[in-house]
């Protein structure tokens, strides 16, 4: 089968990986090579992904810079204390470029549909991620604005990771170290409330800003964002919702709902079912999250659902690379 990959973020680079060589691969990337690079907070679970990176050839432990002992969230009267099972920074640039170097790159491809250039392939993924450049627009989505710098300096205050979320669920600021005196502090934040913060954090440190990154993050679940596939093309990862709303994080679901694509190439329907079934909790967490959002959230009414999430989460402790205790989730959602 001739496949075009497009978007070669993580679950673009990822798949090209994961494909056998019984399939004709080529991926179009809408930067040019020199203006490429990885975007968003490079938090994962060392236990987790390992086994997936192995699975595209790769050994994640070469790429880790930090291993996280505890994580600090600021609830503003209280600071809460969350021993981690595994949380780490990786390099997910260097990563991710590793996954694309040997591989066939249309660079400064600007793919907007998928004929023309497209023609000649029997399958085109949608890897776009928030932009989902070849699937239809979305009828309920939820964007979160984020920014992120890339620091170093001498003066760095914390050791470990940090999260502050902001009231009623709508972002959190964040701090992950990287080693060798450089972490990436960042924000993202439906309303906008983190604009200045991360400068005046640079200003109060000394920091010297290695890069800026800003783009949005998709927290609509693959519940609300079907279609996954039109004509010849098939979403994947961010373009179809894979992205933990609570968090914001999506490089292991990316992977994942990866897998299921390469699982299932020959047979669409059973690949969307098995991506709703797998991301179901996703639509738990993104009811709770909108119910802040938009001020109905009423505890005795989404006591079923957080227990849902509370249970997903303290079963998965692997999964997430930390430790989620009863007593912390309760402060987190009803102080917010």
Known sequence: MKIAVVGTGVA???LMNRL??????EAFEMRSEKNWYTVCAWGTSQPFIRDLVKKAGFEFDDYVLHKGKKMLVDLGDEMLEIPLKGLVTYDKHRLTHDMIKDKKVHWGSQVKEANGDLRDFDMVVDATGLHRSLL???KEDIVIPSLEYQVKSKELPYDDFIIKPYPHVTGYWWYFPLGDG???VGAGDLRGSYRGELDAFVKKYNCEVVRRMGRPVRVTPPKHCEPFFDGKVVGVGESIGTVYPMLGEGIIPSMQCVNLLVENLGDREEYRR???????VYSKVYDFVKSKIEGRF???RMLPTLLGIYWYMHSNTERYGLETRLSDFYKIVTRL
């Not at 056998?20 to 691969?25: I, K, L, N, R």
């Not at 098995?274 to 179901?280: I, M, Y």
């Open 12 to 14: 673009g680079a990822y």
């Open 20 to 25: 056998t060589s019984e399939h004709q691969v």
């Open 136 to 138: 239809p627009a979305l």
């Open 182 to 184: 450089t972490a990436h």
């Open 274 to 280: 098995e991506v709703l079934e797998h991301f179901e």
């Open 298 to 300: 009423r505890l005795w």
